[in-house]
């Protein structure tokens, strides 16, 4: 089933405008009817909202909490799964991945910091993509690359990640492992 949303949002902002012009031509003429029409532009934005809340809220630019994404009970009451990376050479769990996206890189500010010259700055990144509920690993165009499960990542293509993935960048190798 096609989603008309696009349609939808095309609709309200042409009656959006005109509630807009017609707010400015009354306003002119009588104050009492602006008022009303003051109202009913509310409404028609909380109508807006209603019908398109994804062109109110958006992630793009921010990390958002896994449970913002999903349930985190599913229908049976169990929690819903974790994942962490866990350090190759040492085998011990390096870093939860409770947030998305999760990013790896040299610089402080990455919520997983490789520091190695050949790691680039903000190296890849770790994502939930909730159409299908997985997780996808994303290279963000280093320079020595990402590489998944020994294969080369190309730029910038997400790949799904599996429980016992393993994701290298520069010099270090992470495990995608589910949290017990």
Known sequence: MRSNTPAKS???AAVLIFVLVLLAVIAVLDFTLSLVLLCLLVLLTALMYYLMPDKFSSTKGRKVSLDDLIDTKSKTGATAVRYCL????????????NHSPFTLGREANNDLRVNFRM?????CQIFFRRQDQRYYLKDLGSR????HNGHFLPNTVPVPLNHRDIIRVGPKSYRFMRRS
């Open 10 to 12: 095309k609709i309200c």
């Open 86 to 97: 866990v350090d190759c050479d040492t085998q011990r769990v390096i870093a939860d991945i």
């Open 144 to 147: 020595n690359g990402t590489f």
């Open 119 to 123: 790691v680039t700055k903000h190296h």
